[in-house]
């Protein structure tokens, strides 16, 4: 199969763009700070996103090193809004599509945010992303998952290469779509 290759558009990473996917998990000019007075004001609390699991959530470190800017697997989840929460400031890219009823998503959707590294998000649940790529040699990740998920993810089938468990699709987008997605930074 010959696999037809597809522009992602790059859009910077603003609450109002990340709005079909997920929230921005940041400090922002549409975070409201939480009624919460202790401290004299030295300490501000904000609810800037509506994560949700059901399930055993863990905390994963992911240490990404910078790769193409190709997107090879696409994934979603089923039960739980997934949190990316960049450290040290390193800016990243996050390839995402809104959540669809379908095996794929609608690839006129799919966008590269770019992330300067002051912010994460959390997706909505079905979201369709790939995992976030670094922008400069490395950068480091935490990831907010369900264990279930981190599960499947380790129980790879051998013979696809693809996950499919009750949290989680992850598929090849060559075999199983004829397409590869690229983008571009500059």
Same mark, same amino acid.
């Given at each position: 199969m010959t696999a037809k290759t597809r522009v992602?558009?790059?859009? +910077?990473?603003?609450? +109002?763009?990340?709005?079909?996917?997920?929230?921005?998990?940041?400090? #922002?000019?549409?975070?409201?700070?939480l009624p919460i007075?202790?401290?004299e004001g030295s300490v501000q609390t904000y609810r800037t996103v509506?994560?949700?699991?059901? %399930?055993?959530? %863990?905390?994963?470190?992911? #240490?990404v090193r910078r790769r193409p800017f190709e997107v090879h697997w696409i994934?979603? #989840?089923?039960? #739980?809004?997934?949190?990316?929460?960049?450290?040290?400031?390193?800016?990243?890219?996050a390839v995402m599509a809104p959540p669809t009823e379908g095996d794929l998503p609608d690839l006129d959707q799919l966008r590269a945010y770019r992330f300067d590294g002051s912010a994460g998000?959390?997706?909505?649940?079905?979201?369709?992303?790939e995992f976030p790529f670094a922008v400069e040699?490395?950068?480091?990740?935490?990831?907010?998952?369900?264990r279930e998920a981190t599960q499947s993810l380790i129980d790879t089938d051998p013979a696809t290469?693809?996950?499919?468990?009750?949290?989680?699709q992850k598929q090849d987008l060559v075999k199983q779509h004829g397409v590869r997605l690229r983008f571009d930074i500059e």
């Open positions: 992602v558009p790059l859009v +910077e990473a603003t609450p +109002e763009a990340l709005a079909s996917c997920g929230e921005l998990l940041g400090r #922002h000019s549409a975070a409201k700070p007075q202790f401290y509506d994560f949700r699991s059901d %399930e055993q959530t %863990e905390l994963s470190l992911a #240490h994934e979603r #989840h089923f039960k #739980h809004t997934q949190t990316f929460i960049p450290l040290g400031g390193a800016p990243f890219i998000f959390t997706m909505k649940l079905g979201t369709w992303h040699d490395e950068a480091d990740i935490v990831v907010i998952l369900r290469g693809e996950v499919r468990g009750p949290d989680i």
